[in-house]
C-alpha cells in the first residue's frame, strides 16, 4: 500500500494542479464575461444584474409564481438599479407567440426564436398567473439547452444525485451565458449554488420549495416501510444500500446546501428540515404567495348557500393519497346522520400530468366502486381554472391528505373561499396553515378523516361564522402583497446592494 501510495502522489498531485489551474482559468474568463456584459449593457457602479435561476419558468404552477412574483417586486423595489435575468429551457415557448409563423419556421434565426419565446412567456404569466411585469420590455432571458440534465426520468437509478450533478451542470451552462452579479434560485436545484459561488463569483439565494431529501425518507426506508418512491426496499440488501445511499446523499447535499449565501423557506416544516440537513443558520422563512384577493368578495353570508360537497383539490400524483379521501368518504356515509349523508358528495378536481396519472385516475373510479360511493364521487380532471374557482365557491368542506406537504397553497385557497378544511396533520398544514381548532380540521387515518367529516358538516351557522372570521384574519398573513413580495425584496436587499468582496453581512 505504501509503495502504491508512493507511486502514485505525484500523479494525484498533477491532476489535482490541473485541475485548480483548470478552475481558476474558467473562474477568471467568467469574472471577464461579467464585466464585459456590464459594459455592453451600459450598467454603472451602482447598478446590479440579477439572475433567476429557473429552467421550467413556464410551467404554470405555484414555483411559478414565486419566481414571477419575485421578479415583479425587484422591479418596483429597485427600478432601473436591477437589470433581470431569467435562465430557462423554455425555447418552445416561441410557438405559442401570436407572431409565430410556422410556414417560415425553417426560417427563424435563434434570436428570432429567443425573443418570441420570451414574449410568450410572459404573456401566459400574466394571463394564466395574473402576475403583469411594471417593465416587461427589460426582462432578459438566457435560454439553456441542457435542461433534460435536471429531468428524474433520465436517471432510473440513483435519480437524487444525478439529478442534482444535472442541475450543477445546467447551473454551470447558465452562467456561461451571462454571469449576474446575483444568481437566485427558485426552482430547486439546490447543487447549483457551489457553482454560481465559486466559479461565477455571484452572490447566491434560494427559494427552498421542500428538501431533496428529509430524514422522514430516511426513516422510511430504516423502518422497511412501502413508500411510493422506494419499490426496492422489500430486500434488505436493497434496503440497506439505499440507506447508505441516503445517508450519504444527506451529507453532500448538506455541503452544498451550505454554499448558498442567504436561503429562503416556505415553511417551518422545510425550515426545520433545512435547518437539520444544511447545518447552516436557520433559514429565512418566507411564505409562498397566496392570492387570497380571489375570494375577497365571499362574505360569511355566502356560507348559507353552500351544497353538501366535499371538496378536494390536489394532482393525481401518488403521494397526494387519494384512496384514503375515498376511504374516509365512504366510512363518513356510515357514520353521518342519514339527513347528512343522503346528500353529501365528494368532488375530487387534480391535473393528470401523463398517462401514469390518468392510469391512477381510473384505479381510483375502480376503488369507489368497491367501495360503493360511485354515485357519490365525481371526478373532474384537468378542469379549467374558471370551474375550480366555481366549485370553491359552492363547495362546504375542503378536503386535504397529503403527508408531510411542505407547505400546502391550495389548502389556503380554500380557506379564502370560505371551506372548512380538513388537513393532513403534519407538515406546513399542521405548523403554519391550521394552527388552531378554529381554524379547520386536522386528522391522519382514515377513522380520523371520517369523524372530522361528521363534525364539520354538525356545525351550526354561528360556529362557521365564527370561523369565517377567524380563517380571514389567519390568512391574511399569506397574501402576495402584504408578505412575500415585501419580504422578498427585504431579505434580498443586502446581496443587490454589495458587488465585490467574499461575504454578505449577515448572511
Known amino acids: 500500500v505504501n509503495f502504491l501510495l508512493i507511486m502514485y502522489a505525484p500523479v494525484m498531485q498533477l491532476v489535482s494542479f490541473i485541475l485548480l489551474v483548470a478552475f481558476m482559468t474558467r473562474r477568471r474568463s467568467l469574472h471577464e464575461s461579467r464585466e464585459q456584459l456590464r459594459q455592453e449593457l451600459g450598467l454603472t457602479e451602482g447598478e ?42 423554455d425555447l418552445d415557448a416561441y410557438k405559442d407567440s401570436p407572431e409565430f409563423d410556422p410556414a417560415a419556421e425553417g426560417e427563424m434565426s435563434q434570436a428570432d426564436k429567443e425573443r418570441l419565446a420570451g414574449k410568450a412567456i410572459l404573456a401566459k404569466v400574466e394571463r394564466t398567473l395574473g402576475v403583469g411585469m411594471p417593465d416587461p420590455d427589460s426582462i432578459r432571458f438566457a435560454f439553456l439547452s441542457g435542461r433534460d440534465r435536471i429531468n428524474p426520468a433520465r436517471y432510473p437509478r440513483l435519480t437524487l444525485l444525478r439529478q442534482s450533478i444535472g442541475g450543477a451542470v445546467l447551473g454551470l451552462e447558465a452562467i456561461g451565458l451571462a454571469n449576474p452579479d446575483v444568481m437566485i434560485d427558485t426552482m430547486g436545484c439546490h447543487f447549483a449554488g457551489a457553482v454560481f459561488r465559486y466559479f461565477g463569483g455571484c452572490k447566491t439565494a434560494c427559494y427552498v420549495h421542500y428538501p431533496l431529501i428529509s430524514t422522514d425518507m430516511i426513516e422510511v426506508v430504516n423502518a422497511n416501510s412501502v413508500a411510493v418512491n422506494n419499490p426496492t426496499t422489500n430486500s434488505p440488501f436493497k434496503r440497506l444500500a439505499k440507506l447508505v445511499y441516503y445517508r450519504l446523499f444527506a451529507l453532500l447535499y448538506g455541503w452544498f446546501g451550505r454554499r448558498w449565501n ?5 415553511s417551518s416544516w422545510t425550515t426545520g428540515h433545512i435547518a437539520s440537513l444544511w447545518g447552516c443558520q436557520l433559514p429565512r422563512l418566507l411564505y409562498p404567495p397566496v392570492y387570497v384577493k380571489e375570494f375577497a368578495h365571499l362574505g360569511p353570508d355566502s ?11 390536489a394532482q393525481f400524483r401518488p403521494e397526494k393519497d387519494h384512496p384514503l379521501q375515498l376511504r374516509a368518504f365512504a366510512k363518513f356515509l356510515q357514520l353521518a346522520p342519514k339527513e347528512v349523508a343522503d346528500k353529501a358528495s365528494l368532488v375530487l ?28 364521487v365525481r371526478f373532474q380532471v384537468n378542469a379549467p381554472h374558471s370551474e375550480l374557482r ?46 388552531d381548532p378554529q381554524l379547520g380540521f386536522l386528522a391522519a387515518t382514515e377513522d380520523e378523516y371520517a369523524q372530522a367529516l361528521v363534525d364539520a358538516f354538525s356545525l351550526d351557522d354561528k360556529q362557521l361564522r365564527r370561523r369565517f372570521e377567524a380563517v380571514r384574519r389567519h390568512i391574511e398573513k399569506f397574501a402576495e402583497e402584504k408578505n412575500f413580495m415585501p419580504g422578498f425584496c427585504q431579505l434580498t436587499k443586502p446581496l443587490i446592494d454589495y458587488r465585490g468582496g467574499e461575504h454578505v453581512v449577515g448572511y
Open 303 to 313: 356560507l348559507a348557500g353552500r351544497l353538501p360537497i366535499v371538496l378536494s383539490v
Open 262 to 266: 442567504l436561503v429562503m423557506t416556505n
Open 390 to 435: 366555481t366549485w370553491l365557491e359552492k363547495a362546504r368542506i375542503g378536503l386535504h391528505s397529503m403527508r408531510d406537504e411542505h407547505f400546502g397553497i391550495g389548502i389556503v385557497d380554500m380557506m379564502a373561499a370560505g371551506l372548512t378544511v380538513i388537513a393532513h396533520n403534519s407538515g406546513g398544514p399542521k405548523m403554519d396553515i391550521v394552527t
Open 48 to 89: 446590479v444584474m440579477v439572475g433567476f435561476f429557473h429552467p421550467n419558468c413556464n410551467a404554470g404552477g405555484g414555483g411559478e409564481r414565486v419566481l414571477w412574483l419575485a421578479v415583479r417586486a425587484l422591479q418596483i423595489e429597485h427600478g432601473n438599479k436591477v437589470q433581470l435575468f431569467v435562465y430557462t429551457g
Open 349 to 376: 378536481i387534480g391535473g393528470c400530468r401523463n398517462d401514469e396519472d390518468s392510469a391512477r385516475v381510473d384505479r381510483l373510479r375502480c376503488l369507489a366502486e368497491e367501495l360503493s360511493i360511485e354515485d357519490r
